[in-house]
């Protein structure tokens, strides 16, 4: 296949490349420059990533698909070790959500244009099938503020276009169509798309849905008559307004029951802080207040109008029917359909936001991890299934969810208890239903979407944080208002991803400089020293009187700072530039085609205003230079122009792809381009490209596809070959031969001195001969007593490890164990121009630089010479 393949290229003309680097290169990496000999430090060649290993790595094996089709059915983990410690804690849970579910949902199905049965039917199919899919045990599926306004604005439209449909089939053919999208994103684990909705907009259009539905009920609340509710906010609380002369004793009821609910609340909280005793207790009074006021003004309905069925004294909630007496399969239609198709999305992302937001919220701080893919499956087989026996669209509640964690909710069966209690309430109590005041339920809603308003704080939090996203937020909220839910939906995710995308094409690179830097503990260094006062004149220690710490390492060490000081560090540290004529740059959110022109227009751009040109005679006339370049001033020459020119020449730029993890095919294409362009800069030289921290085998093919990760000699350099030597970073290999073997035996050696200095304080004698060694590995000297590492063996073989054999081999003297440490090359030796850090980046760079100038200055020295010689042979 190989052969056949080559052939074809050769056919079709494609340039396959050179797996290695030149032969001269190659023969110059084998004569170990590095500070380690190829004796000592273990070859590695890397090897390119291929599009067999990619699909191998895509493709599922047997036992993902084993993984999958167990991670469709959650409870199967759980179920098998369910226990009694269990069971009473969903009992609890289950039953205090079931007593605030069945008032709030009835309120809901309001909210949706729907008789009051259909909210608990929604709530039944909800909590009743969550629970085969759930990977969150808090959250409650069911009928929910917004999407209930939503279902109610499609119920509105389609009465007005197809009138003879009754509004539940509707709903339920939504519930269907929505459900089954959500189901498919789901199975193919699309959960990460709910990602791309940032919280603010999510915080906007919950808060600007709140809004709307509060003063949507105001008028039920007050009883007024005559206000369309379904109109955008602004105008709803203007008829609002108009029509406050037409209030009815509805009125007495709604505004009492709403500060009933808002005063149990409050009262609960404040016993609860003062009594900490008794929270649990006052946890359940304010959990059940919307039971307790529903029920006290179903009684209070029943005084007034017992006598009274025809004429009510205020409005109330009617005749409810007994059971689920509006199963049927689900009607689909293209006349149904085509009458939600527009609002179809915004459907699809209310159930999304609201019900992923609120799992992940509630998962971090139960301490657990949801899957977000499964939640959509569970969403999706929830409204897919709910419409057999009448529901509408459902997804998480927040209100639920945060009862059902607090009253100490253990798994995802809590669910069937609430089931049961809303079977319950649905064949025992339809005929107490029918006294229920709809102010009551209007109370309840406002009630409930009260919690759904981001508060003052949290915006001025958002400011602190990004204040961009602040106006995004309040774009979001004044759509909602003016406008529509949907419409405000739609406008905060636009927005918010304008704003991303902003960022990325915009990103701007920095330019690092090296600063050298201690760590301070208090009011001393981190070298072993005694403590200093004075922070503003530390006396730092030098190379030839400098403290090490415990590991070896050099107390002070250098990192890189943007030149600019633009990311918050100190500005009156100097930040040095890293070497004449070598530059850091990184970048900052990714390099791909959006940003990658934006980023080199820069870098080039301070490169060229640093440096000087190579060949200040590349231009032999004044015609051949371009418009762009003006050159020398009139009447001087481009050598005296170079001379007075205190600027380096380019010799090297170092990108830093920390933040980088793929590249394509523009952004690679640019780099190449910015190479061809200061390789001409600095003709007759070549610009060395080096590459830090490169976290992706696929970046590294792309790189290496376009030339880099080896230097490219010039073509007037036939030389150059011989004088490049590659720095490569090596690591020491693991095992009993490694450093922390190494690191073990000393401490065990430091303890065993210890206690030896001990012993000597009460008899004479120890001592030891002392040897002098040099590691390999580092060339430093150490010193060790061969007689005090015999004994500790012994000690460690006899001592504490219990006679064992193998721990006295695990600590071996110094001749046997520290001197043979082995080692390896970090990145590839086909890829020496590939660094794990900016610190051998920068190392490589420099010395490059400083051979080139060497051999330059030996050039010069050379032609001076020869000079010289003809000047005498002349003379003679």
């Known amino acids: 296949m190989s052969r056949v393949g080559h052939g074809l290229a050769r056919v079709l003309g494609i340039q396959l490349p050179d797996r290695a680097l030149p032969r001269p290169a190659t023969e110059g990496l084998s004569r170990g420059e590095s500070i380690f000999s190829i004796e000592s430090a273990e070859s590695y060649v890397e090897e390119e990533p291929t599009a067999r290993e990619w699909l191998a790595g895509m493709a599922p094996s047997r036992r993902d698909l084993l993984r999958y089709l167990a991670g469709l059915f959650p409870f199967a983990q759980w179920l098998p070790r369910y226990n009694t410690r269990w069971l009473a804690g969903d009992l609890v849970a289950g039953i205090t ?15 949706a244009e729907l008789p009051v049965e259909f909210g608990l039917y929604s709530s039944f199919m909800g909590v009743a099938i969550y629970w085969f899919f759930a990977t969150s045990k808090d959250i409650t599926i069911g009928p929910v503020a917004v999407m209930s306004l939503v279902v109610g604005n499609v119920v509105a439209d389609a009465a007005t276009r197809i009138p003879d449909v009754p509004g539940h089939v509707v709903a339920s053919a939504l519930s269907v169509i929505a459900g089954a999208i959500v189901l498919a994103l789901g199975l193919v684990r699309l959960g990460w798309l709910v990602d791309f909705i940032s919280l603010t907009a999510i915080c906007a259009f919950m ?111 009617g005749t409810v029917p007994r059971g689920f007496q509006h199963a049927a399969v689900p009607t689909l239609t293209s006349s149904i359909v085509s009458t939600f198709a527009g609002r179809l999305p915004a459907t699809v992302i209310v159930l999304l936001i609201e019900h992923i937001s609120i799992s992940k919220s509630f998962g971090r701080i139960n301490n657990y991890t949801i899957n977000p893919s499964q939640e959509l499956v569970a969403i999706g087989v929830t409204n897919i299934l709910g419409p057999f026996l009448g529901a509408y669209p459902a997804t998480g509640s927040f209100s639920r969810t945060a009862i059902k964690s607090k009253a100490g909710v253990r798994t995802p069966f809590a669910g069937v208890v609430t089931a049961v209690l809303v079977v319950l ?79 990325i094409f915009k990103a701007r690179g920095r330019f690092l400089g090296r600063v050298k830097v201690h760590s301070v503990v208090g009011d001393h260094l ?141 952004s690679v294409q640019h780099l190449i381009d910015v190479r061809n362009q200061l390789d001409r800069y600095a003709a007759p030289d070549s610009v060395e490209w080096h590459f830090a921290c490169v976290n992706n085998r696929w970046t590294k093919r792309a790189l290496v596809a376009a030339g880099f990760g080896f230097p490219t000699p010039g073509a007037n350099e036939p030389g150059q070959w011989h004088r490049w030597k590659p720095i490569f970073s090596v690591a020491e290999l693991g095992g009993q031969d490694s450093a922390a073997a190494a690191a073990e035996y000393s401490l065990n050696e430091r303890t065993r001195r210890r206690a030896a200095a001990r012993r000597r304080d009460l008899e004479e004698g120890g001592g030891g001969g002392r040897a002098l ?10 010193q060790r007593d061969y007689a005090d590492a015999a004994a500790a063996v012994t000690a460690n073989a006899t001592g504490r490890h219990g006679g064992d054999g193998a721990q006295a081999r695990a600590y071996r003297p110094p001749q046997q164990s520290l001197l043979q440490t082995r080692v390896a090359v970090v990145h590839g030796l086909n890829r020496p121009l590939f660094h794990m850090d900016l610190t051998s980046a920068l190392q490589s760079a420099v010395a490059s630089a400083e051979r080139r100038e060497a051999h330059e200055k030996e050039k010069g020295k050379a032609i001076e010479k020869g000079g010289v010689e003809e000047g005498e042979g002349g003379e003679r």
């Open 773 to 782: 060694t040099q590691s390999k590995a580092y060339g430093l000297h150490q």
């Open 97 to 111: 959500v079931g007593a605030v579910v069945v008032p709030q949902s009835m309120a809901y199905a309001k909210l």
């Open 526 to 666: 981190l070298d072993g020293s005694e403590e200093r006062k004075d922070y503003g004149a530390v006396n730092i220690p030098r190379k030839n009187s400098r403290r090490l710490t415990d590991g070896d390492h050099e107390a002070a060490r250098e990192i890189f700072l943007p030149m600019d000081h633009q990311d918050g560090s100190n500005p009156q540290i100097e930040v040095e530039a890293p070497y004449p004529g070598v530059f850091i740059y990184r970048f900052s959110e990714g390099y791909n085609y959006p940003n990658a022109n934006h980023y080199l227009d820069y870098m080039v751009d301070v490169i060229l205003k640093e440096t000087r040109r190579t060949n200040p005679a590349s231009y032999a006339k004044p015609g051949d230079r371009p418009w762009n370049d003006p050159g020398p001033r009139r009447g001087e020459s481009a050598e005296q122009a170079a001379a007075a020119d205190p600027r380096p020449t380019l010799k090297a730029v170092i990108l830093d792809f920390s933040s980088v993890n793929n590249v394509d095919v523009t």
């Open 425 to 503: 309430a649905l064949y025992a109590l339809p005929a107490v239903f029918f006294y229920i005041p709809n102010a009551s339920l209007a109370a309840v809603i406002i009630h409930a979407v009260g919690d759904l308003i981001t508060p003052p704080n949290t915006i001025y939090q958002f400011w602190r944080i990004s204040p961009l996203e602040v106006p995004i937020f309040f774009a979001g909220v004044l759509v909602t208002v003016f406008s529509s839910i949907e419409n405000g939906v739609y406008t905060t995710i636009c927005v918010s991803v304008a704003l991303l995308l902003y960022r």
């Open 207 to 317: 808060t600007g849905s709140a809004l709307n539905i509060a003063v949507g009920q105001v008028p039920t609340l007050l009883g007024l008559e005559g206000v369309a509710t379904r109109q955008a906010m602004y105008r709803v609380a203007i008829d609002t307004l108009k029509n406050l002369g037409t209030a009815r004793l509805d009125a007495a009821v709604g505004l009492t029951a709403l500060v009933l609910l808002y005063a149990i609340r409050i009262l609960a909280s404040k016993a609860a802080a003062s009594r900490p005793n008794h929270r649990q207790l006052f946890f359940f009074i304010s959990t059940l207040r919307t039971a307790f006021v529903i029920l006290l003004y179903t009684f209070i309905g029943w005084l007034v109008n017992r006598n009274r069925r025809g004429d009510s004294a205020f409005i109330l909630l």
